[in-house]
Antibody
């Protein structure tokens, strides 16, 4: 069965950096686009980034462009999100999600999320 | 960026009711509209993709319709486990954007 397990969250000071990981299993990881989506406490969902199956194309939300970098290692079945210049408004639960093959941009499996708190 | 607006923001209903949630895009998105359900403390789950296609394993009381800019999610007969927050999401163009959510509560 498909499993996505995020790790790497924690507390970081404003201006700091953090790298999130998402370990994938139960499907052919190298065949699917992968997303990061976040949810601030008590708020709605915000799409963060997408990386195509081969890692060649990456897309970002305006709010993180230039600060966050999505990447993947298909040999390790792992997705990453490098977060630099963190701001308090980046505080959220970060989910990784698998893209579905049925239509571009839909996400059919999600991890349990990892909490990032940006605070001094 | 494409803005997604859901209505209502919250809704009270009873078990057995028929419920409709609407989602409007700020520009045409063809049928690139997806619906998710999220329960407290849990990750979202895909219900409907491409406006009207039911995700595998999702009960048939859920249905979606629409194209262009106006879309609806309908639950034909509410069950207790359906009380949750629902989000629409456009996947027509990046950045992919979500609606603000509709919280469905028990009356």
């Amino acid at each position: 069965q498909v499993q996505l397990v995020e790790s790497g969250g924690g507390v970081v000071q404003p201006g700091g950096s953090l790298r999130l990981s998402c370990a994938a299993s139960g499907f052919t990881f190298s065949s699917y686009g992968m997303h990061w989506v976040r949810q601030a406490p008590g708020k709605g969902l915000e799409w963060v980034a997408l990386i195509r199956h081969d890692g060649k194309n990456k897309y970002y939300a305006d709010s993180v462009k230039g600060r966050f970098t999505i990447s993947r290692d298909n040999s390790k079945n792992t997705l990453y999100l490098q977060m630099n210049s963190l701001r308090p408004e980046d505080t959220a639960v970060y989910y990784c999600a698998k893209g579905t093959s049925m239509v571009r941009g839909a996400m059919d499996y999600w991890g349990q999320g990892t909490l990032v708190t940006v605070s001094s | 960026d494409i803005q997604m607006t859901q209505s209502p923001s919250s809704l009270s209903a009873s078990v057995g009711d028929r419920v409709t949630i609407t989602c409007r895009a700020s520009q045409t998105i063809s049928s690139y509209l997806n619906w998710y359900q999220q329960k407290p403390g849990k990750a979202p789950e895909l219900l409907i993709y491409a406006a009207s296609s039911l995700q595998s394993g999702v009960p048939s009381r859920f249905s979606g319709s629409g194209s262009g800019t106006d879309f609806t999610l309908t639950i034909s007969s509410l069950q207790r486990e359906d009380f949750a927050t629902y989000y629409c999401q456009q996947s027509y163009s990046t950045p992919y954007t979500f609606g603000q959510g509709t919280k469905l509560e028990i009356k």
